[in-house]
Nanobody
């Protein structure tokens, strides 16, 4: 049973950058991903990365501002977020799966973190 712990959230101003981290313990995690959920909205996929470096992003506009990376030796996945906007305010969740996932619409990940809150003020 894997455990995921996210860190790096906080309160920032519009235009700022923030880097989230998610460290996993236990289990073989082929795919690690980031989701977010804003108040009153559904959880949405942001990006994922397999252990061989293959990435999937929800949209090209997300890819322009957010970058997913991964350190397999540290069992850690990162989400670098640049040019943050108030609409990026949400709780950001890390997810992981034992299989290679390339489908941006897939939400059935094996493991989920507790989330880290990001608030972007205007």
């Amino acid at each position: 049973q894997a455990r995921l712990v996210e860190t790096g959230g906080g309160l920032v101003q519009a235009g700022d950058s923030l880097r989230l981290s998610c460290t996993a313990s236990g289990g073989i995690l082929t795919t690690m991903a980031w989701f977010r959920q804003a108040p009153g909205k559904e959880r949405e996929f942001i990006a994922s990365m397999t252990d061989n470096g293959s990435t999937t992003y929800r949209t090209s506009s997300i890819k322009d501002r957010f970058t997913i990376s991964r350190d397999n030796a540290k069992n850690t996945v990162y989400l670098q977020m640049d040019s943050l906007m108030p609409d990026d305010t949400a709780t950001y969740y890390c997810a992981a799966d034992r299989l290679a996932i390339y489908n941006a619409g897939y939400k059935g990940y094996d493991y989920w973190g507790q989330g880290t809150r990001v608030t972007v003020s205007s």
